[in-house]
């Protein structure tokens, strides 16, 4: 990386840099003093922004990143951050937000929104307004300077049409870094002049969301899910179907009690599980097989007892990186190591992926005739390329006089065809090697009445 100096001043970066940082001390008074705002630099209203990011196709000089400075006046918990951005072509798949007390934002914390950050028009065409709600609250230290980084992350098929950048502000120190490549290649960073537009909301004004269900859903009935204050008490209670008895509840396939009355403060948005046993006590057989084949990739299958947990991990090798665990091709986890309690016979895919390569997403109706398939956000349908990782939804559509009946996915290896575990018309999963997906049509069959008259 090479130290420019800005040819609009000759001083050097890092002594604007160092200028830079005092103002942002200087500037922590021009947040908002609305309630729950911990800091504000507000959008400016116009459609110029800065180039933040245009390419998920990691090294190459296409990347562009902005980074600005900020600091809360006392510690606060973080729960929401807000930005504008202005964008050309489809909406971002992925936004990468990092925070970070240093200029190099990859020793900081890095969020993933895994979407599009609840994208809403601002009424000035092209200007986008974005949120997202952290998994769980992240102490800002009053009177530290942090650097917060936005990234937009577009499909490898739009490389060279889709553009996103982080929209002008004020209120802030009136400076921004930027990593813009060189003329050699080499990244450089340069101080430019102006501000970002951004929001940090803290923990006391952001409701936090639970959401609870039966596994199996025969097994019993979970309550006491919904959206609650910031530390608050909240409390879910399972109760057991008839022949069936309560074993544990889960969060991520982690145990976290095996009351049937669970207790705990409101700290994070969260999906609890209330398993419960089968009519059965097993053994139950769970199976794991990786795709593409990478022998020695996965453990911990086996056969197991009635609420005994399974751990599966996932170990990618050289070259390889894991995407997701999905059972009857629905993703159940995308944390290498998944947990979960044994209730039934399971089948389940570690999904690997090559970084830095784009794969065939291709979905063929059939009969022919019988309806279309579309990939939302794709303007011309089905796209012919994504990275591993990215987000992609199918919808099937069947033409007049059929019906939908079910998807059916190939892997590009020659392995089994799976039928899709949804009879959902939409069908969502994350790309990590090449897809061949299958919407099967039926003739609606009309109704013949027979009857006698007299």
């Known amino acids: 990386m090479k130290l420019l100096l800005d040819s609009g001043n000759a001083r050097p970066l890092l002594t604007r840099l160092i200028f830079a940082w ?12 609305r309630a729950g705002i911990i800091y504000q ?11 933040s990011s245009t390419d998920i196709n990691g090294g190459s000089n296409l990347e562009q990143f902005v980074s600005d400075s900020f600091s809360a006046p006392t510690t606060r918990t973080l729960r929401e951050i807000q930005w504008r951005g202005v964008r050309s072509g489809a909406a971002p798949a992925d936004f990468q937000i990092s925070i970070s007390t240093s200029l190099n934002n990859t020793l900081g914390t890095v969020w993933h929104t895994n979407n599009a ?22 102490v800002l230290t009053g009177g530290q300077v942090y650097w917060l980084q936005i990234v937009g992350l577009v499909n490898y098929y739009y490389l060279y049409s889709q553009d996103w950048q982080w929209s002008a502000g ?11 490549p060189a003329v050699t290649g080499d ?42 204050a910031p530390g608050a008490n909240v409390t879910v209670t399972a109760t057991p179907a008839a022949g069936r008895a309560f074993l544990n509840w889960t969060e991520a396939g982690v145990v976290v009690s095996t009351s049937a009355s669970y207790t705990f403060a409101a700290d994070g948005n969260k999906t609890l599980s209330a398993n419960f046993s089968g009519p059965n006590t097993g053994p139950y057989i769970i199976t794991a ?18 609420g005994e947990i399974v751990t599966l991990d996932a170990s990618p090798p050289n070259g390889f990186q894991f995407v997701s665990w999905t059972e009857n091709a629905i993703v159940v986890s995308t944390s290498a190591i998944y947990s979960f309690p044994a209730t039934a016979n ?54 007049p006089g059929y019906h939908f009946v079910n998807w059916i996915q190939n892997d590009g290896f020659g392995g089994t065809p799976i039928i899709v575990g949804t ?12 897809v061949f997906i299958t919407a099967n049509f039926e003739a609606d069959t009309p109704a013949l009445t027979l009857g006698v008259t007299p």
Do not use: C
Request: charged share 5%.
């Open 170 to 180: 004020t209120g802030g120190d009136n400076w921004h870094i930027a990593q813009v």
């Open 346 to 399: 399971r089948n389940l895919q570690g999904n690997f992926t090559v970084p830095g390569v784009g794969f065939a997403v291709v979905g063929t109706p059939a009969p022919a005739n019988a309806g279309t398939v579309a990939i939302v956000g794709t303007p011309s349908g089905l796209a012919q390329n994504y990275m591993g990782g990215t987000p992609v939804t199918l919808t099937a559509t069947p033409s």
């Open 22 to 33: 005092a103002l942002g001390l200087l500037a922590v008074a021009t947040g908002s003093a």
């Open 423 to 434: 009879t959902s018309t939409s069908f969502s999963f994350l790309v990590s090697n090449p």
């Open 187 to 228: 990244f450089r960073i340069v101080g430019t002049a102006g501000d970002t537009a951004f929001t940090l909301l803290d923990a006391a004004t952001v409701p936090v969301t639970f959401a609870v269900q039966a596994m199996p859903a025969a097994g019993g009935t979970a309550t006491g899910g919904g959206a609650f």
């Open 41 to 51: 630099q507000p959008g400016s209203g116009g459609s110029t922004g800065y180039l």
């Open 289 to 306: 097989a990786s795709v593409p084949n990478v022998p020695g990739s996965l453990g911990g299958a086996g056969t197991f007892g009635a």
């Open 117 to 138: 950050a609840s994208e809403t028009p601002t009424g000035t065409p092209g200007v986008y307004d974005y949120k997202f709600t952290l998994p769980a609250g992240f």
